[in-house]
């Protein structure tokens, strides 16, 4: 049976010493996404972030239950083709680090991520990205228009949070959770997009197929005449469609995803950089 996921870790030697074989295999995977965003052009700089929450939550935290999430996000003044599984950073909520490291933490990073995953049990995965196209879109009253093949399964699916400035205010998180709601996608109106997902894959999934949707309608709108509209009843039925694509068996995005990481050359031995993770 094709196993795509279990084949990029069958490349992966064993957890570093003082580091949970689930917690490498996370860090293996987070760092991989890094390298292929790089690949695709959609790294900003040392800007943007990814980060993938942990299964075991730290106690003693802000919220409410008395439980904060603790995620891996990227070393602040890396490039992404710089980033590797074990200098990934490990933080709690409020930005604690959790492990070793000379790095510091993004702050817009972690306002945004910290919030998203603290109120999303669904939020294993947050992407945020600044791409020209989803800029672009982002910057235009219409927002994204339901009427090409990728931005009609978006019907529905995504938030609009307004330009608060550059999120590095943590009173601003409880307002993009608001904004992000239920949805898969928020689009933030004059910055850029997040992204949420069960999984790096579905995250990433989503991703890219918000990517192309942008990318499309930026094309169409640079050409003579209307765009052709998408009858509702089509776009009633894009979401069991889609679901179709996924084969039995499958994650949400992993064919895609690591199909992707295949293309760009990552693998998990690549990635690894063992020597500076430290508990």
């Not at 600044?130 to 800029?135: A, C, F, K």
């Not at 084969?247 to 992993?254: K, R």
Request: glycine fraction near 10%.
């Amino acid at each position: 049976m094709f196993a795509p996921r279990e084949d990029f870790f069958a490349l992966a030697g064993p957890a570093p010493a003082g580091c949970a074989a689930a917690e490498w295999r996370a860090r293996l995977e987070l760092a991989a996404c890094y390298r292929l965003f790089d690949w695709l052009g959609w790294a900003e700089g040392i800007y943007n972030h990814i980060t993938l929450r942990l299964d075991t939550p730290q106690v003693d935290g802000p919220h409410a239950d008395g439980v904060q999430p603790v995620f891996l996000i990227n070393p602040y003044g890396l490039h992404y083709g710089e980033v590797s599984a074990a200098n990934l950073l490990k933080i709690d909520s409020v930005g604690r680090k959790l492990d070793d490291s000379p790095y510091s933490v993004n702050a817009a990073g972690l306002v945004i991520h910290s919030a998203v995953h603290g109120a999303r049990a669904d939020a294993h995965c947050v992407m945020h990205t600044h791409t020209t196209s989803v800029m672009a879109l982002a910057c235009k009253q219409s927002g994204l228009r339901d009427d090409n093949f990728y931005s009609a399964y978006f019907k529905g699916r995504v938030g609009l949070h307004p330009f608060e400035g550059i999120t590095t205010s943590s009173d601003e998180g409880p307002r993009l959770v608001a904004s992000l709601g239920t949805h898969p996608v928020l689009l933030l109106r004059n910055h850029g997009v997040v992204v949420v997902g069960a999984s790096i894959a579905a995250a990433f999934e989503q991703l890219w197929t918000f990517q192309r949707a942008c990318d499309v309608q930026l094309a169409s709108d640079s050409m003579a005449g209307a765009n052709l509209p998408v009858a509702p009843d089509v776009l009633a039925r894009i979401g069991e469609q889609a679901a179709r694509m996924t084969p039995q068996g499958a994650g949400q995005g992993e064919l895609l995803f690591y199909g992707m990481l295949r293309r760009a050359g990552v693998t998990a031995s690549s990635i690894s950089n063992l020597n500076r993770i430290k508990t």
